[in-house]
């Protein structure tokens, strides 16, 4: 027996039903944002991912080389990829633009539940705007999606220009490892890296303080002395947005990201029922445009961890009505015709293609769950009739062909 690859899973019908349901409020959602949807290649030239993260990231994703030895990598995310799109081919459409995406992503980690080597993410990229409105857009939009699942989650904001600030005169590889084991929330880790590589007491203090703050926007007042004003000024102004919605927050000056490309505000989102994976969404303001041979353009954006979600999530597909199409050897065409009108009303209609008998036909109806079986017999047929059997009552009526939509929906 082969088995799929580790990390990776199959989806069943009823899960595919569920979370098509859920792309489609999504994708109605960032549409009546303005949105609109774009797609890239599932493989991009691995210069695409190691440009603003360094080689070590090659560890972390999909990496080969193809027949010509070109160097590749399936995508681990979609934000460098639509940089890169944006760049190639929409450099000059009127700004801001406003993307939206729903793809696989590929990562070489440890699965374990809500982490897979292949799974989606839903999100979103506003470009060419670096005022506080854009940011508070797209928060408001992840929140209005996540909403729309009927979920509970705990939205919370940061800055990575507040620690960057501490980290100032640290050089650039120690501060990303610094920022990642931040992000992985590894202190004892980050206490013995900042010994190791020397970085100076009061740094280390300023690092650890700022990373504790923690709650409603007043503890952008605590964050004053580590940071210059317009860092606060900026997540003020933000708070200021968000104060006038419903929408439900918290600062946390301590969420780093594990990506390096974040140059301002940041946010994750996380749900309950998850486990250690709870991080459902995650985004923030970034530049990356320069890094791909455009201009510096600014940009912010979230992605939805489509899997997580869609793990936690009750809402069921809304399903049209099942119906078996029952008949005898003699009303076989009849039968054909019956289903083909009731599948242009909308119904759903399946018929034999085993060549059963009326009485396995119809246990074979209850046993995949249909609404109803309609029996086709050869003498109702002359009669323009066929008999109706509700399977969920289990009571047989006669009912008139030309009536049959009209009594099934
Ligand atoms: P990210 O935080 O790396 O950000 O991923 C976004 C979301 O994808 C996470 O919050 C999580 O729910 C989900 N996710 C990540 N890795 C896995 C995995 N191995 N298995 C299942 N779900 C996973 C980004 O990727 C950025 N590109 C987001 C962004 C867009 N920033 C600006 N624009």
Request: charged share 30%.
């Amino acid at each position: 027996m082969i088995e799929r690859p580790r990390g990776t899973r199959d989806f069943l019908p009823d899960e595919m039903e569920k979370r098509r349901a859920i792309e489609v409020r999504f994708r109605e959602i960032a549409e009546s944002y303005g949105y609109r949807e774009i797609a890239t290649p599932t493989f991009e030239h691995l210069e695409l991912f190691t440009i603003k993260s360094g080689e070590s990231i090659v560890e972390e994703i999909y990496a080969f080389k193809d027949k010509s030895g070109r160097d590749l990598a399936l995508r681990p995310e979609l934000t460098a990829p639509a940089m890169r799109l944006f760049i190639n081919e929409c450099s000059v459409m009127p700004r801001p633009l406003r993307f939206y995406y729903f793809g696989n992503c590929f990562r070489y980690e440890r699965p374990q539940k809500g982490r897979y080597r292949e799974f989606w993410q839903f999100g979103v990229e506003l470009i060419g705007s670096e005022r506080v409105e854009a940011d508070a857009e797209v928060i408001i939009l992840a929140y209005r999606m996540l909403k729309s699942l009927n979920i509970n989650f705990d939205l919370q904001i940061g800055h990575v220009g507040i620690l960057r600030s501490i980290l100032e005169n640290v050089d650039e590889e120690k501060s990303s490892k610094i920022m990642r084991l931040i992000d992985k929330k590894d202190y004892d880790g980050l206490a013995s890296y900042m010994d190791e590589a020397k970085i100076p007491e009061d740094v280390q203090e300023n690092v650890f303080q700022v990373s504790a703050l923690h709650g409603g926007r007043e503890v952008l007042n605590e964050a004053e002395g580590f940071t210059g004003r317009e860092n606060l000024q900026y997540l003020n102004g933000l708070c200021d947005i968000l104060d006038s919605t419903e929408i439900e927050y918290t600062i946390n000056l301590g969420i780093a990201r594990g990506l390096d490309y974040y140059t301002g505000m940041v946010f994750e989102i996380y749900a309950e029922g998850l486990g250690a994976q709870k991080q459902i969404c995650g985004g923030g303001r970034y530049r990356l445009a320069h890094l791909f041979g455009g201009e510096d353009v600014p940009s912010t954006g979230f992605a939805i961890g489509f899997d997580r979600v869609s793990e936690i999530c009750k809402i069921s597909a809304e399903r049209r009505k099942l119906v078996v199409i029952v008949n005898f050897p003699d009303t076989l065409k009849e039968s054909l015709e019956i289903a083909e009108k009731l599948r242009s009303a909308g119904l759903r209609v399946v018929s034999d293609v085993m060549g059963r008998n009326v009485r396995r036909q119809l246990s074979h109806a209850s046993d995949i769950g249909a609404d109803y079986a309609i029996i086709v017999g050869k003498k109702e047929i002359n009669e323009g009739a066929v008999g109706v059997k509700d399977l969920h009552t289990g009571i047989q009526k006669s009912v008139a062909i030309n009536e049959l939509t009209e009594y099934l929906t």
